[in-house]
């Protein structure tokens, strides 16, 4: 391009953060000089940032970038675009772990709109700080803010980490009943994850036989992923609590619905395997065989790879 303006410049760092490349949309931010200052440009610059959080040149090249914002966000007038650029940076210090300096942020912002209030909530929630996450939100709920569908998981996934059982399911209600938001598979996996965790099963079940297609009462349509998450999450909580009746209730539901997948078949494996019936461990890895058509992906626990083909 002869000449490269802020919208090419941001289209091109957005770009490579899409595909996982984090590290060569920061190498073009740093050929950058005074167009950095565009808050587009920075917005998108700690995208990539956060991206690479797991890493300490992400960290690092976000405070750069923070104190090249803070120029940024005084030279012009508060608008949403330095709201956005603002939340970024909270993005960005919540996913390399550093929540003070994200809580800093979000609090010396002049105004914070719902993604500002849910980016900090999440990050929180995220890091198992539960109590934090649920002090937000009331306040949040408080100044008469509605929540979005990225609320609600953040919440959710909060109150799962936490073991709030009773929290998450009073803002699971109140959310999805007062305030317009529809459950996603996703919010619906989550607190089946919550309830069989804490060991209630028979209230997960029910919320499973409420939301799932059984024997043709379709319900609600969720996309394949969050069905096996779903399922996934209750077989798991019937692993925890050794409650082989209901795995065996769940894996004829599941078959029915032929939702079997690999990590369907490892659960049930492992809920046999938990309760020592070793002849349903057996029965069910030979199930697995059977639907997979082939020998060469099932494994016996305990046994590398290469120690099943030498066996077979």
């Not at 950095?36 to 940032?49: F, G, K, N, W």
């Not at 405070?63 to 939340?87: N, P, Y």
């Not at 953040?154 to 959310?175: N, P, W």
Request: proline content about 1%; charged content about 25%.
């Amino acid at each position: 391009m002869p000449e490269r303006n802020a919208v090419s410049w941001t289209a091109m760092i957005s770009g490579y953060t899409r595909r996982g490349m984090g590290w060569r949309a920061l190498e073009l931010v740093s050929n950058l000089h005074e167009e950095i200052d565009c808050v587009s440009i920075l917005t998108a610059s700690l995208d990539a940032c956060s991206s690479m959080s797991i890493i300490s040149s992400g960290l690092d090249s976000g405070k750069q970038l923070h104190a090249r914002a803070v120029k940024t966000t005084c030279s012009v007038s508060q608008s949403d675009r330095t709201i956005m650029l603002e939340t970024a940076l909270i993005d960005m210090y919540s996913k390399s772990s550093q929540l003070n300096y994200a809580r800093r942020v979000f609090d010396g912002m002049g105004h914070c709109n719902v993604v500002s209030w849910t980016c900090m909530i999440s990050g929180y929630a995220s890091h198992g700080h539960g109590a934090d996450a649920l002090d937000l939100f009331e306040e949040f709920w408080n100044k008469g803010l509605k929540p979005n569908e990225v609320t609600l998981i953040s919440i959710l996934t909060a109150c799962r980490h936490s073991g709030y059982v009773e929290q998450g399911m009073r803002y699971f209600k109140i959310i999805t009943e007062n305030c317009g938001v529809i459950p996603r598979g996703d919010h619906c996996a989550c607190v089946v994850d919550m309830l069989a965790r804490a060991g209630r099963l028979d209230e997960a079940w029910s919320l499973v036989d409420g939301i799932m297609d059984f024997g043709g009462r379709r319900r609600r349509r969720f996309e394949k992923k969050d069905c096996d998450a779903i399922w996934g999450a209750l077989l798991n909580g019937c692993r925890l609590h050794g409650d082989m009746e209901m795995a065996e209730k769940l894996a004829v539901r599941i078959t029915e619905n032929n939702h079997q997948t690999s990590d369907t078949y490892v659960s049930l494996s492992n809920v046999y395997a938990g309760c020592e019936r070793w002849d349903k461990v057996y029965q069910t890895r030979q199930e697995w065989k059977m639907s997979c058509n082939s020998t060469d992906d099932i494994q016996d626990p305990g046994h590398s790879r290469l120690e099943s083909i030498i066996s077979n």
